[in-house]
C-alpha cells in the first residue's frame, strides 16, 4: 500500500482514521465519555489547520485505493532533554482498526524515519495509540527510547 504525504485535502479521513483509532484503542482504558466524545469534524479542521501551514512536522497517510487507513506524524523532539535537531519524536500513528497487526504501523513508522532522517528516535508513550501491537516491545527493536509520561499527562497533553 503506498505511503505518501497528507494533503490538505485528506483532512476529513485523517480525522476519521484519527477519531475510529481512538474510539478502538483507548475504550476500557479511558473513560468511555472521552472516545465518544471525539467529534470527528472537530478534528477534521485541525488536521486542516496542521496539513495548512509550513513546519517541521512530517504528515504520512497510508492509502488503500481512494481510502485512507492509517497515518503518522512525527517532527523535532518536544521533550526539553532532547536536542530537536537530533531526535524525532513520533507525535502519531494510527490505523483503521480493521488494519490492526498486519505490519501497517510499523511501514508508517519506517516511512516517517526515512523522511525525518536519521539520529535518535524519540516515541513517547502517547504517540502510540494506533499501533496497539506491543508498542514497548515494536519501539524496543528499533532502538528507540520508550517514555511513559503517565495517563494524566495523557489526558492533559493531548486530548481535546
Same mark, same amino acid.
Given at each position: 500500500?503506498?505511503? /505518501?504525504?497528507?494533503?490538505?485535502?485528506?483532512?476529513?479521513?485523517?480525522?476519521?482514521?484519527? *477519531?475510529?483509532?481512538?474510539?478502538?484503542?483507548? /475504550?476500557? $482504558? &479511558?473513560?468511555?465519555?472521552?472516545? @465518544?466524545? &471525539?467529534?470527528?469534524?472537530?478534528?477534521?479542521?485541525?488536521?486542516?489547520?496542521? &496539513?495548512?501551514? *509550513?513546519?517541521?512536522?512530517?504528515?504520512? *497517510?497510508?492509502?488503500? !485505493?481512494?481510502? #485512507?487507513? !492509517? #497515518?503518522?506524524?512525527?517532527?523535532?523532539? /518536544?521533550?526539553? @532533554?532532547?536536542?530537536?535537531?537530533?531526535?524525532?519524536? *513520533?507525535?502519531?500513528?494510527?490505523?483503521?482498526?480493521?488494519?490492526?497487526?498486519? %505490519?501497517?504501523?510499523?511501514? #508508517?513508522?519506517?516511512?516517517?524515519?526515512? +523522511?525525518?532522517? %536519521? %539520529?535518535?528516535?524519540?516515541?513517547?508513550?502517547?504517540?502510540?495509540?494506533? $499501533? $496497539?501491537?506491543?508498542?514497548? @516491545?515494536?519501539?524496543?527493536?528499533?532502538?528507540? /527510547?520508550?517514555?511513559? +509520561?503517565?495517563?494524566?499527562?495523557i489526558t492533559t497533553a493531548i486530548l481535546p
Amino acid at each position: 500500500m503506498p505511503i /505518501r504525504a497528507a494533503r490538505f485535502e485528506d483532512a476529513q479521513q485523517i480525522a476519521e482514521v484519527h *477519531v475510529a483509532s481512538w474510539r478502538v484503542a483507548y /475504550r476500557g $482504558i &479511558l473513560s468511555d465519555s472521552l472516545p @465518544d466524545s &471525539l467529534s470527528v469534524e472537530a478534528w477534521m479542521e485541525r488536521w486542516r489547520e496542521r &496539513l495548512s501551514r *509550513v513546519s517541521e512536522t512530517t504528515n504520512l *497517510v497510508l492509502a488503500l !485505493g481512494e481510502s #485512507l487507513i !492509517g #497515518l503518522a506524524a512525527a517532527g523535532p523532539a /518536544r521533550d526539553l @532533554d532532547c536536542d530537536p535537531l537530533r531526535t524525532h519524536e *513520533v507525535y502519531a500513528i494510527y490505523l483503521r482498526s480493521e488494519y490492526w497487526g498486519e %505490519g501497517h504501523g510499523k511501514e #508508517l513508522y519506517l516511512a516517517r524515519e526515512t +523522511r525525518c532522517g %536519521g %539520529g535518535e528516535r524519540l516515541m513517547p508513550f502517547f504517540g502510540s495509540s494506533g $499501533i $496497539i501491537c506491543a508498542p514497548a @516491545d515494536f519501539t524496543r527493536r528499533k532502538g528507540s /527510547r520508550w517514555i511513559n +509520561r503517565g495517563l494524566s499527562k495523557i489526558t492533559t497533553a493531548i486530548l481535546p
